[in-house]
């Protein structure tokens, strides 16, 4: 599986801001949102372009559009925190939806809402969960992304552990993961440490 961690001074300042427990609600979404801006602008580098002609108001000249539409699919809840810091900047993509909820007891996924375009075959898909745990919740958006049809599909993430990482590579080596870092690993709750907490809880400001 490919891995990117993003070690840009301005990512690493956003995600320390993150980090703090007494960093509050609309600072956090601040944070996070700019984060994943940061980290999507790395996991596009790569993008396949097509090249066409421009008509400016003197010339022509040659530019480029992408080759393949976009699709964003946060994880419900926290994904859409990334959705929100990175929509602005192709706001032409498409936004699909799934939901899955970990269980507390179990830390297994349950999976309870999906709405996916049939367009996935053609399109770059981008899968957005600020947290990749035991990988549980990543693994299920993936199979249900596959399953649709997807065949291009990155995962972004900010906050990853080596359990998630590697729950990932089991089930999906195909899938490329970008994430501002790789924590030590989860406690017996399976929370990552040090991490940042409940990342919905902490985004919405139910805790
Ligand atoms: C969190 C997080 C991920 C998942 C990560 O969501 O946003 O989706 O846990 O854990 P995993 O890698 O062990 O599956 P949660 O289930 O708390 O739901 P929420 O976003 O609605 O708070
Ligand atoms: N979900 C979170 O929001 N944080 C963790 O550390 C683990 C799962």
């Given at each position: 599986?490919?891995?990117?961690?993003?070690?840009?001074?301005?990512?690493?300042?956003?995600?320390?801001?993150?980090?703090?427990?007494?960093?509050?609600?609309?600072?956090?979404?601040?944070?996070?949102?700019?984060?994943?801006?940061?980290?999507?602008?790395?996991?596009?580098?790569?993008?396949?372009?097509?090249?066409?002609?421009?008509?400016?108001?003197?010339?022509?000249?040659?530019?480029?559009?992408?080759?393949?539409p976009?699709?964003?699919?946060?994880?419900?809840?926290?994904?859409?925190?990334?959705?929100?810091?990175?929509?602005?900047?192709?706001?032409?993509?498409?936004?699909?939806?799934?939901?899955?909820?970990?269980?507390?007891?179990?830390?297994?996924?349950?999976?309870?809402?999906?709405?996916?375009?049939?367009?996935?075959a053609?399109?770059?898909?981008?899968?957005?969960?600020?947290?990749?745990?035991?990988?549980?919740?990543?693994?299920?958006?993936?199979?249900?992304?596959?399953?649709?049809?997807?065949?291009?599909?990155?995962m972004?993430?900010?906050?990853s552990?080596?359990e998630?990482?590697a729950?990932?590579?089991?089930?999906?080596?195909?899938?490329?993961?970008?994430?501002?870092?790789?924590?030590?690993?989860?406690?017996?709750?399976?929370?990552?440490?040090?991490?940042?907490?409940?990342?919905?809880?902490?985004?919405?400001?139910?805790?």
């Amino acid at each position: 599986m490919h891995t990117v961690v993003i070690q840009h001074p301005l990512a690493q300042c956003h995600l320390a801001a993150i980090r703090a427990v007494d960093t509050p609600s609309h600072q956090f979404r601040r944070h996070l949102n700019l984060l994943a801006r940061m980290l999507f602008l790395e996991a596009t580098r790569e993008l396949t372009l097509q090249e066409t002609t421009v008509q400016t108001p003197l010339a022509q000249t040659p530019g480029v559009i992408l080759a393949r539409p976009m699709v964003f699919v946060p994880i419900l809840r926290a994904g859409l925190g990334m959705l929100d810091g990175i929509l602005p900047l192709m706001p032409e993509a498409t936004v699909a939806h799934v939901g899955i909820k970990r269980n507390e007891e179990t830390a297994l996924p349950q999976p309870y809402y999906a709405n996916l375009p049939a367009s996935l075959a053609s399109a770059e898909v981008f899968l957005l969960d600020p947290m990749l745990a035991t990988g549980g919740s990543a693994c299920e958006g993936v199979r249900q992304l596959k399953a649709a049809g997807a065949r291009k599909i990155t995962m972004i993430c900010v906050v990853s552990c080596p359990e998630g990482l590697a729950a990932l590579d089991k089930a999906h080596p195909d899938v490329p993961v970008y994430t501002a870092a790789i924590d030590q690993g989860l406690n017996e709750r399976s929370y990552i440490v040090p991490g940042l907490g409940d990342a919905g809880d902490r985004y919405f400001g139910t805790c």
